[in-house]
């Protein structure tokens, strides 16, 4: 026999204000980490290109595949208090808004001609 409820599912209630200012601050937190992190790497990684100019630093860092050593802090509180959608939402949109940053930056530099 099946067992059935006559009430739907209830449905987690929805987050507070509060709780939502404590996501934003914990998610600007962060990404203001990892780009701390990001621009030192690269800063590091522009020294050694005066060596081995083949190599390239990249141009964006996605949240997630930093080292695990890597703003370890944040990114917990990140986790803990944004629900798991936002922070899927959250790390897209950084990655897009530094793709379009890094696209407008190429298109506006003069460094190849035409």
Avoid at 42 to 47: G, K, L, P, V
Avoid at 48 to 73: I, K
Avoid at 88 to 99: L, T
Wanted: charged share 20%.
């Amino acid at each position: 026999m099946l067992f059935s409820s006559s009430e739907p599912p209830s449905q987690p209630a929805p987050p507070s204000r509060t709780s939502r200012a404590q996501c934003w601050a914990a998610r600007d937190t962060y990404f203001g980490c990892l780009e701390r992190h990001h621009r030192t790497q690269q800063q590091q990684q522009q020294q050694q290109q005066q060596q081995q100019p083949l190599h390239r630093a990249p141009a964006l860092y996605v949240p997630g595949d930093e080292p695990a050593t890597v703003c370890t802090t944040e990114r917990d509180g990140y986790h803990s208090l944004c629900m798991k959608s936002w922070v899927e939402h959250f790390n897209k949109r950084i990655v897009n808004q530094q793709r379009a940053a890094a696209t407008q930056a190429a298109l506006s530099s003069p460094s190849r001609p035409p």
